[in-house]
């Protein structure tokens, strides 16, 4: 197939693309910065690289053209403003549909990459189907339910995978709890109980892939490891996927940030980057989806839809991504 891949460099995008090189597809990327493709993709399996960004309509009818399907998974997760998060997820979702539209004639699929924030949180010991009201509560979530909204109304056929948290090698979030691990502190706000549904990246590919069969057109779907954890619990685990490390400690130090003092800690580091008009994901915005009592859905749809089985549970997926953090000097 011939495969158009935004946010193809991003920690999602660059295994997507590892995986649809290695089907032997033809994968074209757009990407801002060659040099960055040229360091992540092996010399002997590259994607064709279109330069510019999700505003640059000639790029992105150079990346459509000819295209079997489209892979949308560039985006902003942190902005200084809701507005400029809507700019780029839900505007530039709609451009991106539209020339998609007008210059890919032969298109199959057109998958966007939500997230589980554009549905909103759910409640302890439930999980999301895909049926239920979205209440997102966090601009970040308005901002990917906008971009859900446009590529409903494309007229594309189209295919929404709303994965939760992702972990994996080469994700720079996760690896922010590793180095509080390394150092012998497990660190999460609020009690610990928060539930949370969490897939590592490869099985996450794997759905997205997956998402091209014929039974899921017109459809939205969550992809998730089945385990439930809680904050706590999923701290606790990364720490153990560092064991043989010199942590300094034979247990964690855990520090849980109460949500009184976590909104403050949010709210001021958030302000402080607005004045430094810079832009950060700890902010007062953000505290809603850090402290919300749980983020778990179900992937009984795209089972049902695809076959797709995760394979990688949290524990083996924590040392594999240690073991990569590692040996690319991360850690």
Not at 276 to 291: Q, S, V
């Amino acid at each position: 197939m011939k495969i158009f891949v935004t946010g193809g460099t991003g920690f999602i995008g660059s295994h997507l693309v590892d995986a649809l090189l290695s089907r032997s597809d033809e994968v074209t990327c757009l990407v801002r910065n060659p040099a960055k493709a040229e360091r992540i993709f092996s010399h002997d399996k590259q994607p064709r690289i279109v330069v510019g960004d999700l505003n640059d309509l000639e790029a992105l009818a150079r990346g459509c053209e000819h295209a079997d399907a489209v892979f949308h998974i560039a985006g902003l997760t942190a902005a200084r403003n809701r507005a400029e998060l809507l700019a780029v997820n839900g505007n530039a979702t709609r451009t991106l549909a539209s020339v998609a539209n007008e210059t890919a004639p032969n298109l199959q699929r057109f998958v966007y990459v939500s997230s589980l924030a554009a549905a909103g949180p759910s409640t302890k010991g439930t999980s999301l189907r895909e049926q239920a009201a979205t209440r997102p509560v966090s601009d970040y979530g308005w901002s990917k339910l906008a971009g859900e909204e446009a590529v409903r109304a494309s007229g594309l056929p189209w295919t929404i995978v709303r994965p939760p948290t992702v972990y994996g090698p080469r994700d720079t979030e996760i690896l922010k709890l590793f180095k509080f691990a390394r150092l012998g502190i497990c660190v999460f706000f609020g009690d610990g109980s928060q539930e949370l549904s969490l897939v590592y990246v490869a099985d996450l590919v794997d759905a997205l892939i997956r998402s091209l069969s014929p039974g899921t057109q017109q459809k939205v779907f969550f992809a998730c490891h089945p385990e439930i954890w809680t904050t706590r619990a999923f701290t606790t685990e990364i720490y153990r996927a560092l064991k043989g490390e010199k942590t300094g400690r034979r247990r964690p130090l855990t520090l849980a940030v109460p949500g009184t003092l976590a909104r403050g800690i949010l709210w001021t580091t958030g302000t402080v980057a607005a004045l430094l008009r810079r832009t950060t994901l700890l902010n007062a915005d953000k505290a809603n989806e850090l402290l919300a009592e749980a983020w778990t859905c179900s992937s009984q749809a795209i089972v049902e839809a695809t076959g797709w089985q995760p394979t990688t549970g949290l524990a083996a997926g924590l040392r594999q991504t240690a073991d990569w953090y590692k040996n690319a000097k991360w850690l």
